[in-house]
C-alpha cells in the first residue's frame, strides 16, 4: 500500500500513476474539501490513464490514519522546511520501521527534511518533472545518512512504475533538471527584456530546435555528435572560445513586479482561448505521444 500525503497538482498524479500500476493507494490531505479535490483531480487524470484505477484510491482523515502498515510514503507537502520536517517526524512514528520514506519535493535537502527523525537517513528525495504520470524522471536524492539498500530500493520502486529514476550523487539544490530549466528560462526571460523574441517566439524557438534535440539526446550526447568524427573534443577545441564568449554575455534579468507582470499578461493572454484542464490534457497527450514515439525508434535502432 502507498500513502500519498499532500493532494496538490503533484500528490494526485502521483496518485493516479501508483493506482494504474495496481497499487492501492491512501492519498490525505488537511484541506476540508478533500474528497470533491481528489474525486474532481483523479476524473481529470482517468482521460490520460485509461482503467479503473480509480477505485483503488482511497481518501483518509488524518496522517498517521494515510501512513499506517504503509509499504511507502510519497510526500508532496508545501515547500516549507519546518512543515517538512514535522510531517517526516510523524510519518516515522505511525508507519512501519521498513516503510520507504520518499518526498517530492523541488528542492528541499533530505538531510535537512528528516532532521527531526530518530533516524534521519529514512528520508529519500523523489522529486518528479512535473507531471509525474507523464514524464519518465525521478530525481533520487539519497541523505548524508541514507544507506545504499535505501537508495537502491528508491530507485526500484519508482522503475517498478515506469520512471527513469537517476540518482544524485550529492546533494544541491533545486537538484539538476530544475536547475537546468532555470538557467534556460533566465536566459529566455533575458531575450525578451532585451527585444530580441516574444515570448510566443521564443517557445517555438525551443519546441522547434533543442527541445526535439534534447527529447532524444542531452547536452553532452547532442556536442559529442555536432563535433562529427572528433565528437565533442573536436567541437569544444574549435567552438569552445565562442562558447564561452557567450556565457559571459548571458543575462542576469530580475524578477521585479514589472518584469513578472510583463511576462505573466503576455503568456495569459496568450493561453486564454482554452482551460487549464484542456492545456494540460493536450500537453500530457502530446508527451506521452513523443515518449511513445522515442522509445519505439530507439527499440528499432536496437
Avoid at 488524518?62 to 519546518?82: F, H, I, K, M, Y
Avoid at 505511525?94 to 520507504?100: D, E, H, R, S
Avoid at 537517513?121 to 530525481?139: A, I
Avoid at 530549466?181 to 526571460?189: G, I, L, Y
Wanted: hydrophobic share 45%; net charge negative.
Amino acid at each position: 500500500m502507498i500513502a500519498v500525503v499532500g493532494a496538490g497538482t503533484i500528490g494526485l498524479s502521483w496518485a493516479a500513476l501508483f493506482a494504474s500500476h495496481g497499487h492501492d493507494v491512501r492519498i490525505t490531505d488537511p484541506r476540508e474539501d478533500l474528497v470533491a479535490v481528489v474525486t474532481a483531480g483523479l476524473t481529470e487524470l482517468a482521460g490520460v490513464l485509461p482503467g479503473d484505477w480509480a477505485q483503488r484510491v482511497a481518501v483518509s482523515s488524518s496522517l498517521e490514519e494515510a501512513v499506517t502498515g504503509a509499504d511507502v510514503v510519497q510526500e508532496n507537502g508545501p515547500e516549507r522546511l519546518e512543515l517538512k520536517q514535522e510531517l517526516f517526524a510523524r510519518i516515522e512514528k505511525a508507519c512501519p520501521p521498513g516503510a520507504l520514506l520518499l518526498s517530492s519535493t523541488s528542492g528541499l535537502m533530505p538531510s535537512d527534511m528528516g532532521a527531526s527523525m530518530v533516524d534521519p537517513g529514512r528520508v529519500v528525495v523523489g522529486h518528479p518533472f512535473n507531471p509525474p504520470h507523464v514524464v519518465p524522471l525521478v530525481e533520487v536524492v539519497p541523505g548524508a545518512r541514507t544507506t545504499a539498500d535505501t537508495v537502491e530500493a528508491a530507485a526500484g520502486f519508482y522503475r517498478s512504475l515506469g520512471k527513469a529514476p537517476v540518482v544524485l550523487r550529492k546533494e544541491i539544490g533545486g537538484f539538476v533538471a530544475n536547475r537546468l530549466q532555470s538557467a534556460v528560462f533566465r536566459e529566455a526571460v533575458h531575450l525578451v527584456l532585451s527585444g530580441v523574441v516574444t515570448p510566443e517566439e521564443l517557445d517555438r524557438v525551443v519546441t522547434e530546435s533543442v527541445g526535439v534535440r534534447w527529447a532524444t539526446a542531452g547536452p553532452f550526447e547532442s556536442y559529442h555528435l555536432g563535433g562529427g568524427h572528433g565528437g565533442i573534443r573536436h567541437l569544444l577545441e574549435h567552438l569552445g572560445p565562442g562558447m564561452v564568449k557567450r556565457w559571459a554575455d548571458l543575462g542576469r534579468p530580475e524578477l521585479t513586479p514589472e518584469v513578472i507582470e510583463l511576462i505573466a499578461a503576455d503568456t495569459e493572454q496568450r493561453f486564454a482561448d482554452r482551460s487549464f484542464s484542456q492545456r494540460s490534457a493536450d500537453r500530457d497527450a502530446a508527451q506521452l505521444a513523443v515518449i511513445a514515439a522515442r522509445d519505439a525508434a530507439r527499440a528499432t535502432a536496437g
